[in-house]
């Protein structure tokens, strides 16, 4: 099997000669190369420079027997294609240029034509495909409504008492109205890179647990259903709900053909109450800044636990800065090195 059917197969829940893997945020600052360009050009300029974009996506494939490509970009370029730029502070972290705390600025965001303002993402994708070949399986994503919510609202990274749930609470018809504009956004922007050549997409439900249990299916889960519903219906969706694997059967009846989990999940005990769906991740990003043995050791005790088709390999969260690249290497190389039984 070439990677790109061993990863569709594994989204599908179809047998695989053995697991696929790839590493949410595989490119970044564990690469010199990635480092290299850093020095030259901004994470946005890279972000917007179809070319740049694109190598940086290609870098760690260059390096690693991975069966996918993830685009190189920004959960909070869709933001910003309605109206709401984002920096980075100086003394680190994101913020967005204003915050969304007032019903004029919520009204003012302009869902026309978001998409065209998006086609960097799809020029990047066209790219890489051209390079890439299709030897390899090649992903996009965008960021949930709720999680995008959580930053605009807030005006950065939120706090622990988002603003972005008060708004829910005091005023149901605005909060609806902004989840709208976000939800038609990110499915434009998805099927626009679905349409470029991407072979499937994540959503990133990055700060699900921020959000109440009890209003968790109303608050986000409604909007995701709405995303995937306006996708290719055989386009697979991952969904990555960081820390709500408690709502399982919820997660799956939204469409989504795989479940990414976070690293607080028993994997093999979720996958033999959930078989129904496929699953992905979840070993420690942690474990990438330590050493090799370990890595090899902990990932074959992964491999060894998951029972059936419908698992990717992956971690429970981001490739981290201080990861090495030999323990990167190790990971790839025991999932490559192990068929499945």
Same mark, same amino acid.
């Given at each position: 099997?070439?990677?790109?059917?061993?990863?569709?197969?594994?989204?599908?829940?179809?047998?695989?000669?053995?697991?696929?893997?790839?590493?949410?945020?595989?490119?970044?600052?564990?690469?010199?190369?990635?480092?290299?360009?850093?020095?030259?050009?901004?994470?946005?300029?890279?972000?917007?420079?179809?070319?740049?974009? #694109?190598?940086?996506?290609?870098?760690?494939?260059?390096?690693?027997?991975?069966?996918?490509?993830?685009?190189?970009?920004?959960?909070?370029?869709?933001?910003?294609?309605?109206?709401?730029?984002?920096?980075?502070?100086?003394?680190?972290?994101? !913020?967005?240029?204003? !915050?969304?705390?007032?019903?004029?600025?919520?009204?003012?965001? &302009?869902?026309?034509? #978001?998409?065209?303002?998006?086609?960097?993402?799809?020029?990047?994708?066209?790219? *890489?495909?051209?390079?890439?070949? &299709?030897?390899? $399986?090649?992903?996009?994503?965008?960021?949930?409504?709720?999680?995008?919510?959580?930053?605009?609202?807030?005006?950065?990274?939120?706090?622990?008492?988002?603003?972005?749930?008060?708004?829910?609470? +005091?005023?149901?018809?605005?909060? &609806?109205?902004?989840?709208?504009?976000?939800?038609?956004?990110?499915?434009?922007?998805?099927?626009?890179?679905?349409?470029?050549? $991407?072979?499937?997409?994540?959503?990133?439900?990055?700060?699900?647990?921020?959000?109440?249990?009890?209003?968790? +299916?109303?608050?986000?889960?409604?909007?995701?259903?709405?995303?995937?519903?306006?996708?290719?219906?055989?386009?697979?969706?991952?969904?990555?709900?960081?820390?709500?694997?408690?709502?399982?059967?919820?997660?799956?009846?939204?469409?989504?053909?795989?479940?990414?989990?976070?690293?607080?999940?028993?994997?093999?005990?979720?996958?033999? +109450?959930?078989?129904?769906? $496929?699953?992905?991740?979840?070993?420690?990003?942690?474990?990438?800044?330590?050493?090799?043995?370990?890595?090899?050791?902990?990932?074959?005790?992964?491999?060894?636990?998951? +029972?059936?088709?419908?698992?990717?390999?992956?971690?429970?969260?981001? *490739?981290?800065?201080? !990861?090495?690249?030999?323990?990167?290497?190790?990971?790839?190389?025991?999932?490559?090195?192990?068929?499945?039984?």
């Amino acid at each position: 099997m070439t990677s790109r059917e061993r990863f569709l197969a594994a989204c599908r829940c179809m047998p695989t000669d053995r697991r696929p893997v790839w590493l949410m945020r595989q490119a970044g600052r564990y690469l010199p190369e990635y480092r290299a360009l850093k020095q030259k050009h901004s994470f946005v300029e890279m972000v917007k420079t179809p070319a740049l974009a #694109a190598e940086v996506t290609l870098q760690p494939l260059r390096r690693f027997a991975l069966d996918a490509a993830i685009l190189f970009s920004d959960i909070l370029v869709v933001p910003e294609a309605l109206g709401q730029p984002y920096h980075f502070r100086e003394e680190g972290g994101i !913020a967005m240029d204003y !915050a969304l705390d007032s019903p004029e600025k919520i009204n003012r965001l &302009d869902g026309k034509n #978001a998409a065209e303002r998006l086609a960097y993402q799809a020029d990047a994708l066209r790219l *890489v495909r051209k390079e890439m070949g &299709d030897e390899k $399986a090649l992903l996009g994503f965008a960021g949930s409504p709720w999680t995008l919510a959580a930053y605009m609202v807030e005006g950065g990274s939120p706090a622990e008492q988002p603003k972005v749930a008060k708004l829910a609470k +005091s005023n149901p018809a605005l909060f &609806d109205a902004l989840m709208q504009k976000l939800a038609r956004a990110v499915a434009e922007c998805l099927n626009q890179q679905i349409a470029a050549g $991407a072979d499937a997409v994540q959503i990133f439900d990055s700060w699900a647990a921020m959000c109440p249990n009890e209003n968790y +299916s109303a608050w986000s889960l409604r909007w995701i259903r709405e995303v995937i519903a306006a996708l290719p219906p055989k386009t697979p969706v991952i969904l990555f709900a960081k820390g709500m694997a408690q709502h399982a059967p919820a997660l799956t009846a939204t469409g989504a053909a795989v479940l990414s989990l976070d690293t607080s999940v028993d994997v093999a005990a979720f996958r033999k +109450s959930y078989g129904t769906i $496929a699953t992905q991740g979840n070993l420690d990003p942690e474990l990438l800044n330590g050493e090799p043995a370990l890595v090899r050791e902990t990932t074959k005790k992964l491999l060894e636990q998951i +029972s059936g088709p419908g698992h990717i390999v992956n971690l429970g969260h981001g *490739v981290t800065p201080q !990861a090495k690249i030999e323990c990167v290497a190790a990971l790839v190389d025991t999932v490559v090195e192990t068929p499945c039984t």
